[in-house]
């Protein structure tokens, strides 16, 4: 399977805990997203890398957020003291900038946090 | 006012008829339109990707940008009870930049 890749599928924890998750994008693309979806609403996104510079952060990231991507390949998305507000679907998209080519962001199947 | 704007649904159609589904917007400044398709507990799958005006079709699909009105459409033919989903449309500013969804509509086939 070449797709975008997310583990674990689904995390449960207790409120306060820190949890990480990560993303294997789609080989040689440059490019990779977060996005985070609650019930009944579409993806939000939350930041995105160039190979491993952090370009952009919504103001959604909270202080308690941190995403990495140290070698420009796999990326990690870390929530310290969770909240009950954290539970969600988080996903991750990648694509590939090359020119003027269109290259659309294709996603994975997300990370679904329960906070108990 | 959302930047996007998509009715939640849900939309239920016999099988075989044409789906038409739409969204409006209010930044003029997107230029890169989609439309993905999402199971439950799956990712968004791409479906369509267009850039400014005009229609382009995929098979069953056909997906229209009318930028002068700030309105988007998804039209399925023959639909099937497989195109069981949530559509969501979305957009973008630049080539490569974060997307923006609407809501995402629900949308029920009846076999």
């Known amino acids: 399977d070449t797709g975008v890749s997310q583990n674990p599928r689904h995390k449960i924890t207790k409120r306060g805990q820190n949890v990480t998750f990560r993303c294997d994008p789609i080989s040689e693309h440059n490019r990779l997203y977060w996005y985070r979806q609650t019930l009944g609403q579409g993806p939000e996104f939350l930041t995105y890398?160039?190979?491993?510079?952090?370009?952009?952060k919504s103001r959604l990231l909270s202080d308690r957020f941190s995403a990495e991507r140290p070698k420009g390949s796999f990326s990690t998305l870390e929530i310290q003291r969770t909240e009950q507000g954290d539970s969600a679907m988080y996903l991750c998209?990648?694509?590939?900038?090359?020119?003027?080519?269109?290259?659309?962001?294709?996603f994975g199947d997300g990370t679904r946090l329960s906070i108990l | 006012q959302k930047e996007v704007e998509q009715d939640p649904g849900p939309l239920s159609v016999p099988e075989g008829a044409i789906v038409s589904l739409n969204c409006t917007y209010s930044n003029s400044a997107f230029q890169y339109f989609m439309w993905y398709r999402q199971y439950s507990r799956k990712g968004p799958e791409l479906l369509m990707y267009t850039y400014s005006s005009g229609n382009k079709e995929d098979g069953r699909f056909t997906a229209q940008v009318d930028k002068s009105s700030k309105y988007i459409s998804l039209f399925i033919r023959d639909s099937q009870p497989s195109d069981s989903a949530t559509y969501l449309c979305?957009?973008?500013?630049?080539?490569?930049?974060?997307?923006?969804f609407g809501k995402g509509t629900r949308l029920h086939i009846l076999p």
């Open positions: 890398f160039q190979n491993e510079a952090q370009l952009e």
């Open positions: 979305a957009m973008s500013v630049g080539r490569d930049d974060k997307i923006i």
């Open positions: 998209a990648s694509s590939l900038t090359l020119g003027l080519g269109n290259q659309p962001q294709h």
